[in-house]
């Protein structure tokens, strides 16, 4: 939707359409058990704001759409039948269909570049990000209350909250979930006030400060900065994917071998971090071979070398190393 500037009603339409046929959250639990995760992260919503569950604060969700389906239900089923963990990936910091998000003015990753204006968005001014918040509200609520115990919740992208940090009041989401869900964990990327559990960093375990700068300029590298000091040293998790660097279902993408897998296991020791594995599945809901096969041999080794130990020693080097760069983009940024 982003990269080719879809209109949003053209995107709607087309995503109503969607089905997900060959979604089957038992056989999906299953190759995550065989492969030896113990927890599963679903995204729920994404930055296009398509619900995958049953929710009453939209009705751009797979329960409207022609699938009429609550996925995030079955799979909270079927996690609690395996006792996996169950994490949900919101969107928290995008929604490019919601009317009350911020506009580019704003935050540059905040909608697609639209050559003609969309009537969709109705966002005038910051006074209106309260009707985007109260959706936002109303929604991690719905995710806590009718979904039984949920073992976290993985908050992204964290560009718009940075910029916008009177806007984001995200400490009340933090607080909200920890009165409903007092046993789940919270990560906001590598964090937001520092107040999250863990840090979850995409394909290398290090700061925002260089990618945020470049993405917002130094006000958002500084909120990068605080948030980073006040984490670095929380337990993290490192997230890449089958695909390539490519987190959705693309036809092309060259899928990682079992040994890749277990490479970066071996890497997310080094770094003293779990490894958050995403699999992009077809359109119909149904998983990859390459990936199934993958990940079922990856199991096979687990059960018999185990797991890669943990090496506190090289983690706290690499901290450092990511310490020291933070503090030279700094001192460029005076």
């Known amino acids: ?24 959250a038992d056989s999906i639990v299953s190759l995550a058990s065989a492969a030896e995760m113990k927890y599963i992260t679903y995204v729920v919503q994404h930055h296009d704001g398509f619900a995958m569950y049953d929710t009453k604060a939209s ?19 079927a996690c609690e039948k395996k006792k996996l963990g169950l994490f949900i990936y919101y969107s928290l910091g995008i929604n490019w269909t919601h009317p009350f998000y911020l506009t580019k003015s704003f935050y540059n990753e905040a909608r697609p570049a639209y050559a ?9 001014g910051k006074e209106d990000f309260v009707y985007y918040w109260n959706t936002v509200k109303t929604q991690i609520y719905e995710l806590s ?50 107040n999250e559990d863990f840090i979850s960093c ?40 089958m695909q390539n660097t490519l987190w959705g279902y693309y036809d092309k993408a060259k899928h990682k071998s079992a040994g890749e897998v277990m490479n970066l ?5 080094d770094n003293n971090a779990n490894l958050l594995l995403n699999i992009g ?49 700094l001192e460029t940024q005076k």
């Open 281 to 329: 599945p077809f359109p119909d809901g149904s998983i990859v071979p390459d990936d199934k096969r993958a990940l079922l041999e990856v199991g096979r080794l687990l059960r018999k070398q185990g797991f890669p130990k943990l090496n506190k020693k090289t983690y706290m080097q690499l901290r450092e190393e990511s310490k020291k760069i933070t503090e030279r983009d």
């Open 59 to 77: 009705d751009f969700s797979s329960m409207k759409a022609a699938s009429h389906r609550d996925y995030l239900k079955e799979l909270a089923i």
């Open 145 to 194: 209350t009718n979904y039984g115990s949920i073992a976290g919740f993985w908050f992204d992208p964290i560009g718009g909250a940075y910029t916008n940090p009177d806007l984001f009041q995200v400490e009340d989401i933090y607080t909200m979930i920890r009165r409903l869900q007092p046993q789940a964990l919270i990560s906001y990327k590598t964090g937001f006030n520092g």
């Open 1 to 24: 939707m982003f990269d080719d500037k879809i209109p949003i009603k053209d995107y709607q339409e087309q995503a109503m359409k969607f089905t997900g046929e060959n979604f089957n």
């Open 116 to 124: 003609t204006p969309q009537k969709e968005i109705r966002f005038q």
């Open 265 to 269: 296991l071996k890497k997310s020791a």
């Open 202 to 241: 995409e394909h290398e375990v290090k700061s925002l400060v260089s990618l945020m700068k470049s993405v917002q300029g130094n006000k958002t590298a500084d909120m990068a900065r605080l948030a980073w000091e006040k984490n670095k040293v929380k337990k993290a998790e490192l997230t890449t994917t």
